[in-house]
């Protein structure tokens, strides 16, 4: 009778397949860590306001201001239009109102470099237009200005706005 010994595969690890399987699924953990780690830092939400403190402490003074618009009986209406493949915005003012020095804030409800402002330019009796940087959508938020001799303050959401191709006449 021979002895034969068994025989055994002679291949380097680097040759196998059990080590690259065992090595392959937490070297795919670190890889999806830290593509989740880069995706958040670059899409966070900007919910939180640097200065805080600051925002505070001037809190009165912007309750002073959409009191006094309440109190002058100041609405507005937005429109938003698409002209010859530019975003422009109407506001039309209502009530009393002497200031023909107006801006506009439109701000995203979650990427502040999205957020943008503009002067509008008394154009009718009470209709007030600026031309837009970029499209806004629902759900962006509105404040209207007036930093002349009786300053007022107006805010509200796109949602309530409409959103037309053409000016109205």
Avoid: C
């Avoid at 899409?43 to 009191?67: F, Q």
């Avoid at 002209?83 to 109102?97: F, M, N, R, Y």
């Amino acid at each position: 009778m021979t002895n034969k010994l068994p025989t055994y595969d002679t291949k380097p690890w680097y040759k196998q397949f059990w080590p690259w399987l065992l090595i392959s699924l937490p070297g795919s953990v670190v890889i999806a860590g830290f593509t989740t780690l880069y995706i958040a830092n670059i899409h966070s939400d900007d919910l939180v306001a640097d200065d805080y403190y600051k925002d505070g402490l001037a809190i009165n003074r912007v309750l002073e201001r959409d009191a006094k618009a309440q109190a002058l009986g100041i609405e507005a209406k937005l429109r938003f239009f698409n002209l010859a493949e530019t975003w422009q915005v109407e506001v039309k003012i209502s009530g009393t109102q002497a200031d023909s020095t107006l801006t506009l804030s439109l701000s995203h409800p979650l990427e502040a470099d999205q957020d943008f402002m503009v002067p509008l330019v008394h154009s009718e009796a009470d209709i007030f237009r600026a031309k837009l940087p970029r499209p806004v959508a629902a759900h962006w938020h509105w404040i209207i200005e007036s930093n002349g001799s009786t300053p007022w303050r107006l805010d509200g959401s796109t949602e309530n706005s409409d959103f037309d191709n053409e000016p109205s006449h």
